[in-house]
């Protein structure tokens, strides 16, 4: 797609440039709130007690050191190992004890993926350091990762803005943390210490609850000092702004009432302090008590008034117009202010969470394709000079959003449509500079590049994998969850003949998996009991070499690293059946 609309840019350009100067420029800006809300980001250190500080601006999320007698204990570990050995020099600044225990406090890869700028593999491994995380992290962590990477690191690309660059950016943050930047490959070292719902220990002399409080993440968990009732909580509030109850990336549902009950739970310590990953740290027993209380009212009030409506008939759509946060609620600055997280998000969400797409109009059940409908909408409107006339028109008068929807029917009949893309593409640019909601913004914004031909979808999938398909992370995954997300890549419409299975056997793990091909599917076993067609004989090791784009099977068995039982031919045959994770371009604007 990217390369056909280049070259249709360039063969057109002057004609599209006539077009464009009817629309005029765009002038990048940005909404006055939330540029004022990238100083809450500054670089700094703050000093919550004599045992806790708290690094604030250097990575997207915070990194907490708690002093021991004897050692420190690090509350998260950052996004990237670059900026998380910044944020340690900061901290050797006031101690040298060295790190014995590194808290997790749940899968985002921007609380885990700097590890590496804090403490090395060797050291866990020879148990200097401890790795605490909830129970479920790996789990949750792999089935990202190797069920979804792809599109999530696409998504995610989007959502913060990875792709925007210059004026885009300029005076800029990330809703809940400075502006994050993405695209280095992650760091991973996997926990040691497993927690389930609380965990009462002492490390380097300092007596610690971790408490689980699933919330913004399924495995959030937080960190209570009863002794100077300091409470870290990580993400349960998510930081200075209205939460994610939804985010724009994709993620599974998020119960709002489970995230309410969480902070409730943490509301009965009482704490003095309260120290999020995400934002400044708060002191005092009444103002810790306000902010949480006022977190928990502002999920709670939208979730209930959602439930209220849906069950008065109610759509999504209508939904996202009816309910509203009242001005106590969205005038608490800064953690009700739609900064990341959004009402008409997150009331779209709960509809869904609780029952579904359908919304109960029997005409959605098998809807005309969307092509075939934008065409026979266009032909009604009077056809496309018409429609394009309509949403020009649309523009001027400063109604963008249907200047784009407008635009967007002409686009899905014909994705080359230049004066349609550019309407569309200077309709986003509006609405996105006048967000205050990042996630908003960025989304307008890099849809836009899309749209102007100026992003390239392929390069933008395979830069992000590094985020959410790292070395290490692989390096860690279990065998058998890399080998049963190869089901989902099956190219079945090329299968529904073939009748075929390969056999993997780790003799260094003494495990052994199969996968079968059989019209149209594909079968994942743990120990089959049929007799494969094909066995590959290998280590991990050499499993995670053809996971990192190291080497390929087809290679490793021909330079021995694989002992092939079966035809070469045949297992060529059978590996093209798949698809390649992140081989095809994913465009998420022009539909």
């Known amino acids: 797609m990217i390369k056909s609309f280049s070259a249709f840019l360039m063969a057109n350009l002057i004609s599209l440039q006539g077009f464009a100067a009817s629309i005029g420029p765009v002038e990048p800006t940005i909404h006055p709130e939330l540029k004022a809300h990238t100083e809450h980001f500054a670089k700094k250190v703050y000093k919550v007690t004599e045992r806790v500080y708290s690094a604030v601006g250097w990575n997207v999320s915070n990194i907490v050191m708690i002093v021991g007698d004897n050692g420190l204990i690090m509350v998260d570990a950052g996004l990237s190992p670059k900026t998380s050995r910044e944020v340690l020099a900061e901290f050797r600044k006031i101690t040298d004890k060295p790190i014995v225990a590194v808290i997790y ?127 870290i909580d990580t993400e349960v509030i998510q930081g200075p702004t209205f939460p994610n109850v939804y985010t ?10 489970v995230w309410v009950r969480s902070i409730d739970r943490l509301r009965k310590l009482k704490a003095a302090y309260l120290v999020p990953t995400h934002g400044r740290p708060v002191a005092g027993d009444a103002k ?27 759509t999504p759509d209508e939904l996202a117009q009816k309910v509203k946060l009242p001005p106590h609620l969205s005038d608490y600055a800064p953690y009700l202010r739609q900064y990341y997280g959004t009402v008409k998000q997150a009331v779209r969400q709960i509809y869904a969470g609780y029952l579904g797409w359908y919304e109960g109009d029997p005409v959605a059940l098998d809807p005309l394709p969307a092509k075939l409908k934008a065409g026979r909408l266009v032909d009604l409107m009077g056809g496309g000079k018409r429609v394009t006339e309509a949403a020009l028109a649309a523009y001027q008068e400063r109604d963008y959003q249907w200047a784009a929807e407008l635009a967007s029917y002409l686009i899905r009949v014909d994705d080359d449509n230049m004066e349609a893309r550019t309407i569309k593409a200077a309709a986003f640019r509006q609405l996105g500079y006048a967000s205050m909601n990042i996630n908003w913004r960025n989304w307008y914004l890099t849809s836009a590049m899309e749209l102007e031909g100026r992003l390239d979808t392929l390069k933008s999938a395979k830069n992000m ?100 039982t079966g035809n070469m031919t045949e297992l060529q045959q059978f590996l093209d059946y798949f698809e390649t994770p992140g081989a095809d371009p994913v465009s998420l604007t022009l539909h």
């Open 288 to 314: 810790v008590d306000e902010v949480l209380r006022m977190t928990r009212d502002g999920i709670q009030y939208v979730h209930d008034q959602t439930i209220r409506y849906m069950n008065k008939g109610f």
């Open 465 to 564: 994998a590094n985020i959410f398909m790292p070395p290490d992370i692989l390096a860690e995954m279990p065998v058998d969850v890399s080998l049963d997300a190869w089901t989902s890549r099956l190219k079945a419409e090329q299968t529904l003949s073939v009748n075929s299975s390969l056999g993997f056997e780790f003799h260094d793990l003494d495990e052994s998996y199969g996968l079968t091909i059989r019209r149209g599917i594909c079968q994942f076993d743990v120990n089959p009991e049929n007799n494969m067609d094909m066995v590959l004989t290998m280590t991990k090791s050499v499993f995670n070499e053809i996971l990192s784009g190291g080497t390929t099977i087809e290679a490793a068995v021909v330079n021995g690293d694989i002992k092939l």
């Open 248 to 257: 724009l990336r994709g993620t599974k549902f998020r119960q709002p009432m």
């Open 105 to 231: 406090s749940h899968f985002h890869h921007d609380h885990i993926d700097g590890i590496k700028g804090l403490v090395s593999a060797e050291q866990v491994r020879a148990g200097e350091t401890q790795i605490y995380a909830h129970a479920s992290l790996m789990q949750h962590l792999v089935d990202e990762s190797a069920v979804l990477g792809p599109i999530l690191g696409v998504r995610t690309g989007y959502t913060f803005g990875f792709f925007l660059e210059g004026e885009d950016v300029e005076y800029m943050n990330g809703g809940i943390g400075p502006l994050p930047t993405g695209g280095k490959p992650g760091s991973f070292i996997a926990p040691t210490r497993l927690v389930e719902d609380v965990l009462k220990v002492t490390i380097a002399g300092v007596d610690l609850e971790i408490i689980h409080v699933p919330s913004e993440a399924p495995d959030e968990l937080a960190v209570y000092l009863p002794d100077s009732r300091v409470l």
